[in-house]
């Protein structure tokens, strides 16, 4: 064991100093190595005496005792036979050297121990050490770290923590200060990067320099690509002077060298910031300019000669294009005449075609008359038919309603009295009966929506299969696509009527609903119950519990602490036990409320189970009663 020690020090030592790192990034590592250490019993002596140098020719002991030793050492010989030895005293930190002189030293033979001391001997231990390695990136990846100029992708990949145009670097720059841009590139001043030259457009701050500018240039106040006065721009922005005129920047709010640059068909205004377009201006309009030369050409032919008039005119009283005063003599003159022969004729016409529009006049006037008769009697007919059906609802809702309060109130009269006479005794029951039988009634009214509303909702569930049946294939044939829109509208106008059906029907029956609950328990609890409208439930008026959770635990189970109970047709006054489950608050967030209609006990029995992975064994008997009755 001492050999194997021995070689193993020697080795690792050699191996240390052969091996040097080739990497720029380095860290000290920690790590475990054994070492031969002295005991004296469970007393760690440390390295004490030390063997080393161990070859055919020699070997050298040390002492890191703080303390004087004897020291034994035996080795076999080629020439001298297995049985070779010294004893030597060493003092501490003395260094003994032994010379074989050719005898041939086996160093697998060599042994070492204490004399002085046999109560001290030698044992293998791990000890902690440190060494230099080269970093990992990331660390612990197992991945070395690039040296800074080698290739890269990310920066995680360097020690320098820096991917600078695929170069790694310590710093945020090209590595040794060259980017090698392309011919359309140029490298920034800081040497951080390579931009494309005139990629920046208007308006927008470069990287490095005015090289990126589309115009080769950048606003000195505002640090954003810019143009100089003189170029061509579109909007004020794209300007230093903020001020882009014809499409020119211009330093003052006039043209560039006030040249407005007008084409063929415009004029410049005489304050340099616009040209504006000839004869474009109508007689009656003030000209933006003030020119006449913005007015509309006016041509006049007169009537009883070739001469024509073209000619421009501004009224220097308003400022208006006008008609030119020629123009409007020549006019004067010729409607004169026209006035004379346009009265003559007019006579004519009036005299021949007089009777004749009189009589169309009236003959149009007589069938717009019977046309709004006939539509004003279609809308009265209609009318009246909408209101008539309106009034027989609103009379059948009022009868009904009358109905069971006009009971009710005659039952709780005659129900006060004490002492009741034989009459009111019968008179009692009757109305009793008649009560129960206009409760009745109204029952069945809602028991008949809510099986519509299942209905459409049935309906609306098979078009939503059938739809995802046609979406799922990938080829669809012209017809299914057709059949696929289709079911789409139907599905989507399904909807509607099911929700507006839905909240109508929970808006008009919750009342009679509420009374219904309160009724129920009131006799077994004393009157001492209320309507909760901000939890939905039936409370206790001292201690504000719950009452369903109250019949859960006396009549099902009372180990339900942390837990809430759900009602499975999501009709919070519905206490029956049979609609009534305990389970976690986590369970109970899962279930999907608004996917079971209002008092759908079988579709709250399928969330349930679809929802919350619910066995048969984990419903209570009285579900499981109702479950076998219903063949669920």
Not at 557 to 562: E, F, G, L
Request: net charge neutral; aromatic share 8%.
């Amino acid at each position: 064991m001492k050999k194997l020690i021995i070689f193993s020090i020697i080795f690792i030592f050699c191996v240390t100093l052969s091996f040097a790192l080739d990497c720029q990034y380095t860290y000290l590592e920690t790590f475990q190595k054994e070492e031969i250490h002295w005991f004296e019993g469970d007393n760690d002596l440390g390295i004490g005496i030390i063997i080393y140098d161990v070859n055919t020719e020699n070997f050298r002991l040390m002492n890191h005792f703080d303390f004087t030793v004897n020291v034994s050492v035996t080795w076999g010989s080629t020439k001298y036979g297995p049985q070779r030895g010294i004893n030597t005293e060493l003092s501490p930190e003395e260094i003994y050297h032994y010379h074989f002189e050719n005898e041939g030293m086996i160093t697998s033979t060599l042994k070492y121990g204490l004399k002085s001391h046999p109560s001290i001997g030698t044992r293998i231990i791990n000890v902690d050490d440190s060494r230099e390695a080269c970093k990992q990136c990331p660390l612990e990846s197992g991945i070395l770290c690039l040296d800074d100029g080698k290739y890269c992708t990310i920066s995680n990949q360097c020690g320098g923590k820096f991917c600078v145009r695929e170069k790694c670097n310590n710093k945020p720059i090209c590595y040794g200060g060259e980017c090698f841009c392309s011919e359309n590139e140029f490298q920034c001043p800081d040497a951080s990067n390579c931009v494309i030259k005139k990629s920046v457009p208007l308006g927008s701050k470069p990287v490095c320099d005015e090289k990126e500018c589309v115009s080769l240039h950048v606003n000195p106040k505002t640090g954003r690509c810019s143009l100089r006065d003189g170029e061509s721009c579109k909007i004020n922005d794209d300007c230093d002077s903020s001020s882009c005129i014809r499409n020119i920047c211009s330093s003052s709010l006039v043209c560039y060298n006030n040249d407005c640059n007008c084409a063929y068909d415009e004029i410049q205004n005489p304050d340099n910031t616009e040209c504006v377009k000839k004869d474009v201006i109508n007689i009656g309009s003030i000209p933006l300019s003030g020119l006449v030369e913005e007015c509309v050409v006016q041509t006049y032919n007169t009537l009883f000669s070739d001469m024509t008039l073209i000619m421009k005119y501004i009224d220097p009283d308003t400022g208006k294009c006008a008609i030119h005063p020629d123009i409007v003599l020549q006019q004067k003159k010729d409607e004169i005449l026209i006035n004379g022969i346009i009265i003559v004729a007019i006579c004519i016409v009036i005299f021949i075609g007089f009777f004749v529009i009189i009589k169309k006049l009236h003959e149009k006037d007589k069938a717009i008359k019977k046309l709004k008769i006939e539509i004003l009697d279609k809308k009265e007919r209609t009318l009246i038919k909408e209101i008539q059906a309106i009034e027989i609802r609103l009379k059948q809702a009022k009868i009904i309603t009358q109905e069971v309060i006009d009971a009710e109130k005659k039952y709780n009269e005659l129900n006060v009295k004490k002492h009741k006479t034989e009459k009111e005794v019968k008179e009692l029951t009757e109305q009793k009966k008649e009560y129960g039988d206009v409760v009745s009634r109204m029952k069945k009214e809602f028991d008949e929506i809510r099986y519509e509303l299942q209905s459409k909702r049935q309906e609306v569930h098979k078009m939503e299969k059938r739809r995802d049946e046609l979406k799922r294939r990938k080829k669809k044939t012209k017809k299914e696509e057709n059949e696929l829109v289709s079911k789409e509208k139907l599905l989507i106008n399904a909807k509607n009527d099911i929700e507006k059906r839905e909240k109508d029907f929970e808006k008009t029956s919750h009342k009679f609903y509420i009374k219904e609950a309160l009724d129920k328990y009131a006799q077994e609890y004393n009157q001492k119950i209320y309507f909760d409208k901000n939890s939905g439930y039936i409370k206790f008026k001292d201690s504000h519990k719950s009452v369903h959770r109250n019949l859960y635990t006396n009549n099902i189970s009372n180990n339900i602490n942390n837990m809430q109970i759900h009602h499975i047709d999501r009709f919070t006054l519905n206490n029956e036990f049979w609609n009534l489950i305990a389970l976690t608050e986590a369970e109970h967030d899962k279930i999907k409320h608004s996917k079971i209609p209002f008092k759908d006990w079988d579709e709250g029995i399928v969330q349930l189970k679809q929802r919350l992975n619910k066995t048969d064994k984990d419903f209570h008997k009285y579900i499981l009663e109702r479950m076998k009755k219903k063949k669920i």
